[in-house]
């Protein structure tokens, strides 16, 4: 491709909002952000409950950030269980496929916003995730073989009004800026407290 | 606590269904994978389209393991969206939130295995989960702060008939065998491509 013609996003431009992506309240926030740090400081939260078997619910309702509580439109319900081949129930997508979800969220909203702060019109944004594991790990069958994911694997099907480097350019923008791709490639410190209240 | 008494986890038992767990399907299931490990190899999948400015939609619905493909009940979809303070339309969960969900759902699961095939029965099991994050990461607001959380707490409140150290045992050996805690946790490789259809 023909890097001769102007890069739209090095035009200085007032921000529009573009791609469903309000752009002025964008950058707004992250300038507000910038003055102001410990309005960046968020705590998010869910509540999970055990329903039969290996079928859990969680709740994703309350956050806090920008200095203060919020609370989502609706107290979001989500199910996790095993399926059927591994004896579940499969009253909703296992665990290790919500992790999925949760990366190709992170990267498309980060692509939207992303495009928008560019002047990028999106047409199009599909993925499709892949996560190869192996389920000795998990069930106690080999001491070498991990108990997550081996590899997981993200193809975007992206189309938008600008060269496909400038595209590809954003995709690997939201990656650089993505705070689940950081979480699953890097780790993060994770701490289990028990409340027990047994017979004895 | 004493543990003079004999703890149930070692006594020698016929395994039989307990906590909604058919124990003799899954410990055969474990024996069955053990003798023929080729039947571990699993891939999870999803399908993730955008919608609408930081708002995405998942389907997981076929995976394949146990030498073969399969479907669940369902095509199971979710939402992923950024909140309003963040200038998102709240369309559903936040990308973050889900990894919450992700690694509640996956030690429950565990629990309630671990709990049947140790004869235990249990009554309740619920966990909060909580996720640090500073957002200045993300925003491209300082190179010094990660783009992931700081660090995620969960505290489960566990109920069953059974000592609290061997209710306390069955969330540590869950945690042990964790695929979405060793993700989280230490980290996994992931591969970005990209298909892009530009207009030049």
């Known amino acids: 491709m ?8 090095k035009v200085k ?3 529009v909002a573009l791609n469903g992506v309000n752009t002025p309240t964008l950058l707004a926030t992250i300038n507000a952000v910038g003055a102001q740090p410990e309005l960046a400081k968020f705590q998010f939260r869910a509540k999970s409950r055990w329903v ?8 994703m309702y309350g956050f806090f950030g920008a200095g203060g509580e919020h609370e989502h439109i609706l107290p979001y319900k989500a199910d996790g269980d095993h399926p059927a081949v591994l004896c579940g129930g499969d009253a909703g997508p296992t665990p290790v496929e919500w992790v999925l979800h949760a990366l190709a969220s992170c990267l498309t909203a980060g692509i939207a ?4 702060a560019r002047g990028i019109k999106l047409n199009k944004v599909e993925s499709v995730v892949h996560g190869d594991i192996d389920l000795r790990g998990i069930l106690g069958l080999s001491k070498e073989v991990r108990n997550g ?3 997981v694997a993200i193809t975007f099907s992206i189309d938008g009004d600008a060269t496909p480097e400038q595209l590809e350019q954003i995709v690997q923008q939201s990656k650089a800026r993505s705070a689940v791709y950081d979480i699953i490639t ?11 209240n047994g017979r004895a």
């Not at 023909?2 to 996003?9: E, G, I, K, L």
């Not at 039969?52 to 709740?59: A, D, P």
């Open 186 to 196: 890097n780790g993060i410190p994770v701490e289990i407290a028990v409340q027990a």
């Open 13 to 15: 431009r007032t921000p």
């Open 113 to 116: 916003n992303i495009a928008a």
């Open 52 to 59: 039969s078997g290996t079928h859990s619910q969680s709740t």
């Open 2 to 9: 023909s890097n001769t013609m102007t890069a739209p996003a």
């Open 149 to 151: 994911y081996q590899k």
